[in-house]
């Protein structure tokens, strides 16, 4: 079977226009079914070339990385057969106990996220890395909450190469505090986390997760972002913050809602979705 290519989509010049449709929507709040036919990506490399000229057009930089679709219910939920990379850029990342604003986001959740800080470069080579190689350029881990979106409605029919080139639905992220030293003795695959969502001081709900969402283990979603990266030429660099993607079922947010994950020794992070 051959992959579906639009014959009018040129490479840097429809990659550009593409990128600056999706800003275009960013700062509008509108949303639409399909990118505009001039430019429409058909594969995972036409979605990859749209997203990278994301900063560019944005005036944004790029500070790290986030994965969508880590879990078989992740990716059965947006209709893709693996996980997707999408950039993490500036004015979109906070810290833990920020009003993230509800205005124009559709999703309306927030995903507890194991996050990882680069310490290292790993630029791209021609042969994988090794779970091993890519835990020993990491500095540290962080608990963090993701509060993606997307310009795509409905987002779920988008298909990969428009998600790609969506950011894959990246929007606001809210990184913990590191934690402490010790944490890479502990098996992440199993690791549990809690979440509670509160209005007030009501406590709506709380759900519960673990590690194994993650593809299994953090650390594997990690290792697949760097060989990701490496096969497209791009540098996972230093300093740069990758969160694996939810290790629960997403926490359904209204406005005015604080959501708060524990994860236990490894810290917690909080968020409020501001009215």
């Excluded at 679709?69 to 059965?76: F, K, P, R």
């Excluded at 697949?224 to 359904?252: D, F």
Aim: proline content about 8%; hydrophobic content about 40%; charged content about 15%.
């Amino acid at each position: 079977m051959t992959t579906p290519t639009n014959p009018q989509f040129s490479d840097f010049l429809s990659s550009k226009q593409a990128a600056q449709w999706v800003w275009e929507q960013w700062q509008s709040g509108r949303a639409f079914p399909i990118f505009p036919e001039t430019c429409r990506p058909l594969n995972a490399v036409q979605g990859y070339q749209v997203q990278a000229q994301l900063p560019t057009v944005s005036g944004r930089q790029v500070i790290g990385w986030k994965i969508a679709a880590t879990s078989l219910n992740g990716q059965a939920h947006i209709n893709v057969s693996g996980p997707l990379a999408g950039r993490l850029l500036s004015g979109q990342v906070f810290g833990s106990g920020a009003s993230i604003p509800s205005s124009g986001n559709r999703m309306r959740v927030a995903e507890p996220e194991f996050a990882f800080t680069m310490g290292q470069d790993l630029p791209p080579q021609n042969s994988p890395f090794s779970l091993q190689e890519v835990m020993a350029a990491v500095a540290t881990l962080h608990p963090a909450l993701e509060v993606p979106d997307s310009r795509l409605a409905p987002f779920t029919e988008a298909g990969e190469a428009q998600l790609l080139a969506d950011n894959a639905c990246a929007r606001h992220f809210v990184l913990g505090p590191p934690a402490t030293d010790g944490w890479r003795q502990i098996d992440l695959s199993t690791h549990a986390v809690e979440a509670q969502v509160h209005q007030g001081e009501t406590n709506r709900y709380t759900r519960t997760g673990s590690g194994a969402w993650v593809l299994g283990d953090p650390r594997i979603a990690l290792t697949w972002l760097a060989n990701q990266l490496s096969s497209l030429g791009i540098t996972l660099a230093k300093g740069h913050v990758v969160t694996t993607g939810t290790c629960m079922v997403p926490l359904e947010l209204v406005p005015g809602d604080t959501a708060t994950a524990d994860f236990g020794p490894l810290g917690e992070v909080s968020m409020h979705f501001s009215v």
